[in-house]
């Protein structure tokens, strides 16, 4: 989620060395070791109350398509190609004619609906736990492996921003604890430990069809103190309708993705960006079993996904 903003923007003030922990982000408190964070908050029984949130048997694609058109932060970019069997200009294969096609996908990993992993974005080149930026460099990121990150499976709860403003929300209007709170009233529901919280700002329905580069740009989104509540009520994941889940403009242009700093680094929480969460809050729904299981490719920070909201 990272782009060229970001170096176009003012750095987060550093703190050097050891005078780096007064912060008290690390160690994280589930265990000096832990490499895994909130998802620590799962549980069977999360599971066994959320399959009971299930309904109408209704399945919602959270995910939207991934290729070249595919919404992205900065310069990535998508290429597919097909490469045919036999090559071409050969005969097909055998008695039975055999023709097929392999294909060979060159990407980012954060393009499209995607999952930033806890390796993404550090402070002063120290991410979860305080494991410094160069281990995981050199280990391809072994310690924080999106591989190991268990199946998702648990409630998922949609806050929908749209409906409480009431009007179409602006970029960087920044949500505030108070503002996540009165909607989740109004909504009469609450959050709990383990849950997956999406919010939907019908940002990717007003923007990403009729004006993709103003959708890229800028969003409404949510502001450091409502991911900081969102983070106390242990939460496993934060997503939205977004391409980069916080306000932008920034609340504070000197503290650029300062959100995905304190979700990533500090509190082990995932980041969802581009969750079509508009098909959910057109129904009406506000809880759903949430069902992930992303793909396990090593080496990479983020990696493109399909959730599922089941009703």
Same mark, same amino acid.
């Given at each position: 989620?990272? +782009? ?7 750095? @987060? ?12 982000? $690390?160690?994280?408190? $589930? ?6 964070? %909130? @998802?620590?908050? *799962?549980?069977? =029984?999360?599971?066994? /109350?959320?399959?009971? &949130? ?5 399945? $919602? %694609? ?9 919404? @992205?932060? !900065? ?15 050969? #005969? ?10 392999? =294909? ?17 974005? +550090?402070?002063?080149? /120290? ?44 970029? +960087? ?20 430990? !383990? ?6 700002? +019908? ?5 990403? %069809? ?8 800028? =969003?409404?989104? *949510? ?27 920034? =609340? ?11 979700? &990533? ?11 079509? @969460? !508009? ?9 759903? *079993? ?16 399909? #959730?599922?909201?089941?009703?």
């Amino acid at each position: 989620m990272i +782009g060229k903003l970001l170096g176009a923007t003012l750095a @987060v003030s550093c703190v050097a060395g050891a005078a780096q922990a007064q912060d008290d982000w $690390y160690p994280s408190k $589930y265990g000096a070791a832990d490499t895994l964070g %909130a @998802v620590n908050n *799962l549980s069977p =029984e999360g599971v066994k /109350r959320a399959a009971a &949130l299930v309904k109408t048997g209704k399945v $919602y %694609a959270l995910g939207i398509p991934t290729g070249p058109d595919a919404p @992205v932060y !900065g310069e990535r970019k998508y290429t597919a190609e097909g490469i045919p069997t036999p090559p071409p200009g050969q #005969p097909p294969i055998g008695e039975s004619k055999v023709t097929a096609f392999d =294909e060979k996908v060159t990407t980012s990993m954060g393009i499209g609906t995607q999952m930033d992993g806890l390796a993404h974005l +550090g402070i002063d080149h /120290r991410h979860y736990n305080g494991i410094k930026a160069d281990e995981l460099a050199a280990t391809r990121f072994a310690k924080l492996d999106m591989s190991k990150i268990p199946p998702i499976v648990t409630r998922g709860v949609v806050i929908d921003m749209r409906k409480h403003f009431g009007r179409p929300l602006a970029a +960087g209007h920044a949500f505030t604890a108070a503002d996540i709170q009165a909607a989740l009233k109004s909504q009469r529901i609450t959050i709990g430990k !383990g849950d997956v919280v999406l919010l939907h700002t +019908g940002w990717m329905a007003d923007k990403l %069809a009729s004006d993709k580069a103003a959708f890229q740009a800028n =969003e409404p989104g *949510l502001g450091l103190e409502a991911a900081t509540w969102l983070c106390d009520q242990g939460v496993v994941a934060i997503g939205a309708d977004t391409i980069a889940l916080e306000a932008i403009p920034f =609340e504070n242009p000197n503290r650029p993705f300062v959100v995905h700093q304190h979700m &990533l680094a500090k509190r082990g929480v995932h980041v969802l960006e581009n969750i079509n @969460v !508009g098909p959910l809050a057109a129904d009406g729904v506000t809880e759903f *079993l949430f069902v992930l299981g992303q793909p396990r490719f090593q080496g990479t920070v983020q990696v493109v996904i399909n #959730p599922i909201a089941i009703r």
